[in-house]
């Protein structure tokens, strides 16, 4: 069945969200740093790597860990409960009120092969080295299905509101921004704390959940906007 563990309980996911946790065969359960009670804050990072394995076995390496992992096919592989593990993946402050999502994506140019899922690449200032590798669809859509249900406080000690503080004055941020010294209760890129993934992914987010866009025109909107941008990326023709 296809659930995620929260507080040691089954729920639950979107139905269009395959998830499997560490319970399963072959499943890995990364070591929690503390005990907590609620998380009100979502935070998107990008792996620099080409499958769910490899991500798990880097973070391992490194001394890190995320509660999910989103494959290219937006399949979900779970390491962690989603409120009470404390895991390391966004720094002391974040850490403590989050849980973690890595998406697979290498992210630069220079790391794809002719057999990888991942087929467009875009000009991106914002990016480390400039360019950037976008998200499968299925990953980008994925992102929107597991944002929407986090928000909408699916079990008992989420708490993460439906609050974007990347966009300010009608512009989302696609670097590090002051505000995000301290805990920001909402949808958060990693790029937010001065590293350079998961604001695109934020973008495709918001232009379904708060744009109401399709699949098909919020992906090609994300692409678009973010083409070129370089400290934000203007949304003021759409945000109310």
Do not use: C
Request: proline residues 9%; without cysteine.
């Amino acid at each position: 069945m296809s659930a995620f563990v929260v507080r040691n309980r089954l729920v639950t996911p979107p139905a269009d969200l395959a998830v499997k946790t560490w319970r399963e065969p072959g499943g890995v359960r990364f070591p929690t740093k503390g005990k907590r009670h609620t998380v009100t804050e979502l935070v998107l990072h990008e792996t620099v790597t080409r499958s769910a394995e490899s991500t798990v076995a880097v973070l391992a390496r490194r001394g890190l860990s995320v509660h999910l992992v989103l494959g290219p096919d937006g399949s979900i592989t779970q390491h962690g409960d989603l409120v009470t593990d404390v895991l390391w993946h966004a720094g002391p402050v974040h850490n403590l009120t989050s849980f973690g999502v890595e998406v697979v994506n290498p992210y630069y140019p220079r790391l794809l092969r002719p057999s990888l899922p991942w087929h467009l690449v875009i000009d991106a200032p914002w990016a480390h080295e400039g360019q950037y590798v976008v998200p499968t669809p299925a990953q980008a859509e994925a992102v929107a299905s597991l944002v929407r249900w986090a928000i909408s406080r699916p079990a008992q000690g989420i708490l993460i509101p439906p609050r974007w503080p990347g966009v300010v004055a009608r512009r989302m941020h696609v670097r590090a921004f002051d505000a995000a010294v301290r805990p920001l209760p909402g949808v958060l890129a990693h790029h937010y704390f001065g590293h350079a993934d998961g604001a695109w992914l934020v973008l495709y987010a918001w232009l379904r959940i708060e744009a109401k866009m399709s699949p098909s025109v919020a992906f090609a909107e994300a692409v678009r906007r973010a083409t070129g941008a370089t400290k934000s990326i203007d949304l003021r023709d759409l945000a109310p």
